[in-house]
């Protein structure tokens, strides 16, 4: 694969980047009409390709902000076209990496030295690239490691990124007003802690110990001596990734079972124990070893629970809605779902919309066992979508709902979702508790 000597940072060019990539675009559009004009053939599928090819081409050489937006729509396999989703979920594996020079330039800068003269060995060759940093496999004193070095300029490129995108974002999430601007806020925050490696070291070695109880559920060790804010190094951990995993013929339901068990185990303790959770579950952050461990990797996204929020919102998962309407409109405000300025008609629309939409998403939660396999549950998933994306009403009313704390726990639970229907596991949904005492 083709290596990067720079990566562009100034917001003008990252801008003139996303503007040739329009000018694309724009010939895929004609390209699309004139083909449905002239031969009466509707080939929209082959414009999503087409288009998100262009787009994945661009991000990959901006990395940063940019390409982690593609990573996070990757796991949005209920709102984004098929082509999208293909092509988008390589951010989590397979981008072009820095050259060897640069690479020294990086280690040189942060840890002193060259790599090889720091490090025992260390491959020229990174073993994994991705939006934010890319992964070199190292030795030292007889352990194989790994060094995960962040790409230069990542963290400062992040504000510009974020306002050349929100013209888009206000517009395909019809958010309105002032007040959208606590979403990218968040947002902005939780990606500027990202490219901090010292917290994300201390976040990790913190949910390590604090989870050591769940079984079949291992961590790599760090080594804070040869990490600093822009490198970070750990346990080289062995073991194949989900998405490779569940190709395999060899895997039986009970061990797909007993994965997804320490999965719900491991998110449902950080959720309600440690009010902290690992917010960015896609498949590139877990691997499985011989022994059918689940490995937990890359903690720079780790969500705060405010009770302010976890109350209310995990009320929703218990209250029998229909028969307390009056409670469940109170947390519908208390969680900014419904707003003081709402007209009648907006309030029953809402409740209602979001009455069914909570009935669904919390049905694992009224199960004790819960196949995440079940083709009926994620058939009411995939409709309630397509009902949402295309609902007109919908899109003539003011998009700001929810509190910003839906962001990452949304995605935290869909990215769950995902991984445990990968699996095809049957959970049992109360097996954490054993371990929160």
């Known amino acids: 694969m083709k290596t990067l000597d720079y990566i562009p940072t100034n917001k003008i060019t990252r801008a003139g980047n996303l503007l040739s990539t329009g000018i694309k675009l724009g010939g895929n559009y004609l390209k699309y009409y004139g083909v449905k004009a002239i031969k009466g053939e509707d080939s929209r599928a082959q414009l999503d390709e087409d288009n998100a090819k262009d787009i994945y081409n661009s991000l990959k050489t901006l990395k940063g902000s940019a390409l982690k937006v593609a990573q996070m729509l990757s796991m949005e396999k209920n709102l984004l076209p098929k082509a999208y989703v293909e092509q988008f979920s390589l951010a989590q594996f397979s981008v072009p990496p820095l050259s060897w020079p640069l690479v020294k330039k990086v280690v040189r800068k942060n840890l002193g030295a060259n790599p090889e003269s720091v490090f025992d060995t260390f491959a020229a060759q990174s073993e994994n690239a991705a939006s934010i940093g890319q992964v070199h496999q190292a030795t030292k004193d007889g352990k194989k490691l790994a060094v995960k070095i962040q790409y230069p300029g990542v963290a400062d490129s992040i504000g510009s990124d974020l306002s050349l995108v929100k013209p888009i974002a206000l517009?395909?999430?019809?958010?309105?007003?002032?007040?959208?601007?606590?979403?990218?806020?968040?947002?902005?925050?939780?990606?500027?802690?990202?490219?901090?490696?010292?917290?994300?070291?201390?976040?990790?070695?913190?949910?390590?110990?604090?989870?050591?109880?769940?079984?079949?559920?291992?961590?790599?060790?760090?080594?804070?001596?040869?990490?600093?804010?822009?490198?970070?190094?750990?346990?080289?951990?062995?073991?194949?990734?989900?998405?490779?995993?569940?190709?395999?013929?060899?895997?039986?339901?009970?061990?797909?079972?007993?994965?997804?068990?320490?999965?719900?185990?491991?998110?449902?303790?950080?959720?309600?124990?440690?009010?902290?959770?690992?917010?960015?579950?896609?498949?590139?952050?877990?691997?499985?070893?011989?022994?059918?461990?689940?490995?937990?990797l890359d903690f720079g996204c780790v969500k705060s629970i405010p009770d302010s929020f976890y109350g209310p919102y995990f009320e929703l998962s218990e209250l029998e809605i229909d028969d307390n309407p009056d409670r469940f409109q109170s947390i519908l405000m208390e969680l900014e779902i419904l707003r003081p300025d709402d007209t009648p008609k907006e309030l029953a629309f809402f409740t209602a919309l979001f009455g069914r939409l909570i009935k669904i998403l919390t049905m694992p939660f009224s199960h004790r066992t819960f196949d995440f396999g079940a083709l009926a549950f994620w058939d009411e998933i995939n409709e309630l979508s397509q009902m949402i994306s295309s609902n007109q009403k919908l899109r003539k009313m003011n998009g700001n709902r929810g509190s910003k704390h839906f962001i990452y726990m949304n995605r935290t639970f869909f990215g769950l979702y995902t991984l445990l229907n990968d699996l095809n596991a049957k959970v049992d949904t109360e097996s954490f508790r054993k371990y929160c005492s």
């Open 171 to 296: 517009k395909m999430f019809n958010l309105r007003g002032q007040d959208t601007d606590k979403y990218f806020k968040e947002v902005e925050d939780k990606l500027l802690e990202e490219t901090d490696y010292q917290l994300e070291l201390q976040q990790s070695e913190w949910i390590a110990e604090q989870c050591k109880v769940i079984p079949d559920l291992k961590f790599p060790k760090f080594y804070p001596v040869y990490s600093t804010q822009k490198i970070l190094t750990m346990d080289w951990m062995e073991g194949m990734h989900v998405s490779e995993y569940i190709t395999k013929e060899f895997r039986s339901q009970a061990d797909n079972d007993r994965l997804g068990q320490t999965l719900w185990d491991f998110y449902m303790f950080q959720i309600h124990h440690l009010k902290k959770v690992h917010a960015d579950p896609h498949p590139g952050n877990f691997l499985i070893d011989k022994e059918l461990n689940l490995v937990a």
